[in-house]
């Protein structure tokens, strides 16, 4: 293109625009101002593009950033009302440092993956056990709401109960429980304090049955805990239980058979059709309890990599005592199985109902209503075993079927009741009420 004595070209590719000037003549002065210009115009033009570009992508965060924050608001709605949270009191963080100590090291009562227990004691002299959410935990928040709004809806004497919390917005995420002084179930039947008073049958029976009674409970309220594990059933001065940790527990409609979400909870205790098919259902928590009760018999450890990598899994190593018929070899030596013929029928009938809680099949395992009735009855005497009754039980069927695609996150789909497919191969067991408990025969 000419511009009087000036000739202008104009180059353009996929990742830039060039120009050419040419001058009739020798015009060194013309050249140089033209190529000024040029160049000022094509600052301007570049920074006016970049400028739009910017706003364009500031537009569509803030757009995304609202639907986010309104989608989640649904989730998070009257939260905090005031000076309550769900109806208990939010806590500053400045008096639950105090309370802590700082959150001293000296104070902590116990760790898990979601936080730290410390103890503390309040301003108005109540002593409680201050949960510190870690940080790093990127589903905390979630986890705080859960617990609050569970522990706010449920009354129970078997259920720890919560005392407040500090607001969501705070810099730290708080709760404040109540204090139980006297450990977990674990810390006395593998810990420190087992060395120094192992729990006698009558007290492990009666934690059997609050423990059963608390999450028969959750159950009749739609609750699923799905953490259920001995350091998380805490003991009072008189060894009363505290059913606590709710972090994971999940709302379960009555209309519906299964949640289908990815499987969360303590190795070893995990229901195996949930953490394979993906489907948390109420006997997930029975499952989980058939190995607290195997605790309860044997005083070992749910999981213990030193045993036989078949029977690292305490549930693994109780049903092939049970198949092979060495069964005394499970139980603590200190309860007074060999001497005491009424000790010896009630762990007997416990160690059948944990049996039947840890089938691979959820639906050969009893609810945790029939659970805690058959409890009641072996402790009160009256509990006969049913001989004429087989228990089957079905390890095929969980290896029959593909699992269905893992969920990328927990979210929930539910799904409408549906039959399990029957097994054409089945195990049936008899137990007898006698210092030999039980035979085994396989029916192929």
Request: hydrophobic letters at 35%; charged letters at 20%.
């Amino acid at each position: 293109m000419w511009i009087g004595s000036v000739y202008v070209e104009f180059i353009s590719d996929s990742n830039a625009i060039f120009w050419h000037i040419f001058a009739a003549g020798n015009d060194a002065p013309l050249k140089i101002g033209l190529g000024c210009g040029f160049g000022a115009l094509a600052s301007i033009f570049l920074c006016s593009c970049l400028y739009m570009i910017r706003q364009k992508q500031q537009h569509c965060f803030l757009i995304f950033h609202s639907r986010h924050a309104s989608s989640d608001s649904s989730t998070k709605a009257d939260l905090e009302v005031g000076d309550v949270c769900f109806g208990v009191p939010i806590f500053p963080n400045a008096e639950l440092e105090e309370a802590t100590n700082h959150f001293d090291t000296a104070r902590e009562l116990g760790d898990g993956g979601f936080g730290i227990v410390y103890y503390g004691k309040l301003r108005d002299g109540r002593e409680v056990a201050v949960k510190r959410l870690f940080e790093h935990n990127y589903q905390r928040m979630k986890q705080f709401i859960t617990e609050v709004e569970i522990l706010t809806r449920l009354r129970h004497k078997n259920l720890v109960s919560l005392y407040g919390c500090t607001s969501r917005h705070s810099r730290e995420l708080l709760l404040v429980y109540e204090y139980i002084p006297n450990g977990t179930v674990a810390d006395h039947l593998q810990g420190e304090r087992a060395k120094q008073d192992p729990l006698p049958w009558r007290t492990r029976i009666s934690i059997a049955i609050e423990t059963a009674t608390a999450l028969a409970y959750l159950h009749a309220s739609d609750i699923i805990h799905r953490d259920v594990k001995t350091n998380n059933i805490l003991l009072d001065n008189n060894f009363c239980v505290k059913v606590a940790d709710f972090g994971l527990s999940r709302l379960f409609p009555n209309n519906v058979s299964h949640v289908s979400t990815a499987p969360q909870g303590t190795p070893g205790y995990v229901d195996p059709e949930y953490h394979q098919y993906y489907q948390l259902t109420e006997k997930s928590d029975v499952y989980s309890f058939g190995v607290v009760l195997v605790e309860l018999i044997s005083s070992m450890p749910a999981v213990d990599i030193s045993r036989d990598r078949h029977e690292i899994n305490l549930a693994n190593l109780a049903t092939s005592k049970i198949r092979n018929h060495e069964f005394r070899q499970l139980i603590d030596p200190n309860l007074g199985f060999e001497s005491d013929p009424e000790i010896n029928r009630m762990i007997t009938a416990v160690a059948e109902l944990a049996f039947r809680c840890l089938q691979q099949d959820k639906d050969m395992r009893p609810s945790m209503e029939t659970v805690l009735e058959e409890l009641k009855a072996i402790s009160s005497g009256k509990h006969e075993p049913d001989k004429s009754k087989d228990v089957s039980y079905d390890n095929s069927a969980s290896q029959s079927e593909n699992p269905p695609p893992s969920p990328e996150c927990d979210n929930v789909g539910l799904l409408k009741n549906t039959k399990a497919p029957t097994s054409p191969v089945s195990v049936t067991q008899k137990w007898e009420a006698a210092v030999v408990p039980l035979h085994i025969v396989v029916n192929l």
